[in-house]
């Protein structure tokens, strides 16, 4: 759940900084232009609303982490009392690298969203500045 939520974590921060960026905050085109030219609508997140999220996931960060943290403290409890005896910082480890490998494709899958959100930004901008300069419909 650490990994989900910083991977959420990194992709509202991209919102974010590109929202700081670009000074923009909301979508520059609309909905019907964004469907005639095959982009997507999700870039221009209010800033209010891309702040509120990061404060949510940042809250759901501390509060999971310090689940993992009692958790934690309990497996070296119970292992100090497993016979035969079993290192829990071993065991915490490889479970760790186990669940990190198996959420490999959800690592791929939030790289593919951030790789989007910045190619959406460049195609608002191109389709905004061919609008402004007011083609007729023969152009």
């Excluded at 996931?57 to 982490?65: A, G, K, M, S, V």
Aim: hydrophobic content about 35%; some cysteine.
């Amino acid at each position: 759940m650490i990994y989900y939520l910083k991977l959420q974590q990194q992709l509202w921060q991209d919102y974010y900084d590109l929202g700081i960026k670009d000074g923009v905050w909301a979508p520059r085109i609309s909905k019907v232009k964004a469907k005639e030219h095959n982009t997507c609508l999700s870039y221009g997140r209010s800033e209010k609303f891309v702040e509120q999220r990061q404060k949510t996931i940042q809250h759901q960060l501390n509060r999971t982490e310090n689940e993992l943290q009692q958790h934690l403290h309990h497996l070296a409890e119970w292992t100090d009392k497993a016979k035969p005896s079993i290192d829990s910082i071993f065991l915490s480890t490889a479970i760790e690298r186990m669940v990190k490998n198996a959420q490999h494709r959800l690592n791929v899958e939030f790289q593919h969203k951030r790789i989007m959100l910045k190619l959406d930004v460049d195609d608002h901008h191109l389709i905004t500045s061919v609008y402004d300069l007011e083609p007729t419909e023969e152009q």
